[in-house]
Structure formats: C-alpha cells, structure tokens
C-alpha cells in the first residue's frame, strides 16, 4: 500500500529481487525520493518458496510466455493503483532490484505507457522486443556490477543499447562491485532522482 502522495506527485514502483517482498525496497525508495507515493509490490511466481516477478527456465534463462504474461498483469496492476490511490499516471518511476530490475525493463518494451521513468538496478535483459517501442520521452538509470556473477558485462550493455535504440535517456554507471547494491551507487540513483523533484 502507498504511502500518502508526497507534493512532488512522484510514485516510485518499488519492484524486489528473488526472494523479496513488498516491503524490502521501502528504506531505499524512502531515501531515493523522500517526498514520493511508495508502491511496494510482491512477485506472484514462486521460485523454492521465494516469491519472484517471473519465472525461469535456469538462473539467467527466463520463462519468455511468462514473462509477458506477468508483465501485461504487472501493467494493469499499475493502472488499478493509479485509480484507486489518485496517483499521477504520468510520475510513475519504477525502482527495480535484480529480478524486479527486469520486469521493469520489460515494462518499458512491452507497456511503454505505464512508465515515465526507471531506476534499473542489477538488471539484465529480460526478452528481445519484435519491435522497439518508442521511449523518447522516458529515462532509464542503470547501475551495474562489473563484477556481477549473474549478468554479463555484454547483456547489460546490450540492454542499455536497445534502449537507446527506442529513443530513450539512458544512463548506465558501472561501479567495481558484485550483484549486491553498494552505498556509492545508491547515492548516484539519488542524485538522478532530483531531476523529478520539481
């Protein structure tokens, strides 16, 4: 459930990695965007019992038909909150750690309308698009682990380029670290957050 919308009209998707819950990305959205609504979501699929977005096949080979699936149902989701929580439908940033990071990035290819703008951390890329959207007026963050056992140096670039390709603000900061989020890199995101501020 979202706090209160803040008087910046900024709502932060806070979106957990494999094993999370809704209410793991709380501190971090809190000093992210202290003035923001907070949107914590549980994943649906269970993975070994730790709740994940969508499923997959093995670690970094995802369950593509899901995934879509659960992307649409996230997007609806988001629609419904705005509703019934009056948020604005055009301040919508999502915070997304790991496995959250990527139904983010797959929010943006797949529902390029729910989103104005994305914090991916430790993301990688979630489906190849038959076709680019057009994300010329969104931003998209990426922080990433040059030495992240999970992703590839490749596959994250490979992420940034497309969306490049579709047009939108991208930023990617590599920071020598694993796939565990580091205190510089929180600190970069919260910088980049001040642009939303006004």
């Given amino acids: 459930m ?10 932060l998707l ?3 990695g494999t094993g999370g819950n809704e209410e793991d990305l709380l501190p971090l959205g809190q000093f992210l965007f202290p003035d923001a609504a907070l949107l914590g979501v549980r994943g649906k699929v269970l993975e070994g019992g730790m709740p994940r977005f969508f499923r997959r096949l093995a670690e970094g080979v995802f369950d593509e038909e ?19 929580y009056a948020l604005n439908p ?18 943006l290819f797949l529902e390029p309308t729910v989103l104005s703008a994305a ?16 994300l010329t007026d969104k931003r998209v963050l990426m922080l990433s682990g040059r030495q992240d056992p999970l992703i590839p140096s490749h596959n ?30 929180i600190a970069i995101a919260q ?3 001040q642009q939303f501020a006004l």
Avoid at 119 to 134: G, I, S
Avoid at 156 to 183: I, P, S, Y
């Fill in 90 to 107: 055009k301040r919508i940033i999502a915070v997304g750690y790991s496995n959250g990071a990527n139904i983010a990035a797959s929010l």
């Fill in 14 to 16: 806070l979106l957990h």
């Fill in 119 to 134: 914090v991916l951390l430790r993301a990688m890329v979630p489906l190849q698009p038959k076709v680019l959207p057009d």
């Fill in 156 to 185: 994250t670039e490979k992420l940034a380029d497309l969306f490049g390709q579709a047009g939108a603000d991208v930023t990617l900061k590599w920071q020598d670290a694993g796939h565990g989020l580091t205190n510089p890199q």
């Fill in 66 to 84: 899901d995934l879509i699936l659960r992307t649409h149902e996230l997007a609806r989701f988001v629609e419904e909150a705005v509703q019934t």
């Fill in 2 to 11: 979202p706090s209160p919308t803040g008087v910046n009209d900024v709502t």
């Fill in 191 to 193: 910088a980049w957050m």
